[in-house]
């Protein structure tokens, strides 16, 4: 149980162009999802934590125009990054909140993001 | 706000053998969760064992335990047995009691772990 999936797992894109990272809970509801960003060989970088029906809350420094954030469904968190550009090439993480079983965060497997 | 410490950024351990990874927190929150994860090279980030604040037991799981001191605030992570998948990244991780952004995860910087043959 408490799987999370995570589409695509990598994607290339040109620079200018926006591309959307899908977050899906495979076996329970996820009021909370959460999207990180990861460089090499560090930690964890919270973006913005993801409010089935209501807004995204996104910490500071994180433009909430670049990086688009949609829960439309106790599953699904979407992360859209718009007019990408070179030095959005990251790894992105999503991880969703099991809130009624044990208040532990599950993550999903990561999207591997190429700008050219 | 909380922060999270992790103040060896690597370790070497033979395999069979035991390894201690430390951590440290601060927090002035009374109800809060711990946790240990593990990012091996595919970069998936794996629960590797959860504590939750008021319990005063441990938590085990299979060759992994923590050593819990809520007072310090220290949660250190005991691996036995080593093998070489465990060979990873190892994050300790700390959430408030609460819903929403409240819940959030504050990790630690992470050290990397190589179990050697």
């Known amino acids: 149980g408490a799987v999370v999936s995570q589409h695509p797992s990598w994607v290339i894109c040109k620079s200018g162009t926006s591309v959307k990272i899908e977050c899906r809970s495979l076996?329970?509801?996820?009021?909370?999802m959460f999207w990180y960003r990861q460089f090499p060989k560090q930690s964890l970088m919270l973006m913005a934590t993801?409010?089935?029906?209501?807004?995204?809350?996104?910490e500071q420094g994180v433009e909430k125009d670049k990086f688009l954030i949609n829960h439309a469904s106790l599953t699904l968190s979407t992360l859209t990054v718009t007019s990408a550009h070179p030095e959005d090439s990251s790894f992105y993480i999503c991880?969703?909140?099991?809130?009624?079983?044990?208040?532990?965060?599950?993550f999903g497997p990561g999207t591997r993001l190429l700008v050219l | 706000a909380q922060t999270v410490t992790q103040s060896q950024p690597e370790m070497s351990v033979q395999e069979a053998e035991t390894v201690t990874l430390s951590c440290t927190y601060d927090?002035?929150?009374?109800?809060?969760?711990l946790f240990w994860y593990k990012q091996p090279p595919s970069r998936q980030m794996i629960l590797v064992i959860r504590?939750?604040?008021?319990?005063?037991q441990n938590a085990t799981e299979n060759r992994f335990s923590v050593n819990f001191q809520k007072a310090a605030k220290s949660f250190s992570l005991k691996i036995s047995d080593s093998q070489l998948g465990d060979t990873a990244m190892y994050f300790c991780?700390?959430?408030?009691?609460?819903?929403?952004?409240?819940?959030?995860?504050?990790f630690g910087k992470g050290i990397t772990l190589s179990v050697r043959p």
């Open positions: 991880s969703a909140r099991d809130g009624a079983g044990q208040e532990t965060q599950y």
């Open positions: 076996d329970f509801q996820a009021t909370t």
């Open positions: 993801s409010n089935e029906g209501s807004k995204a809350t996104y």
């Open positions: 927090t002035s929150e009374n109800n809060y969760y």
């Open positions: 504590q939750e604040a008021y319990k005063q």
């Open positions: 991780a700390f959430m408030k009691h609460g819903t929403g952004a409240n819940s959030k995860l504050t």
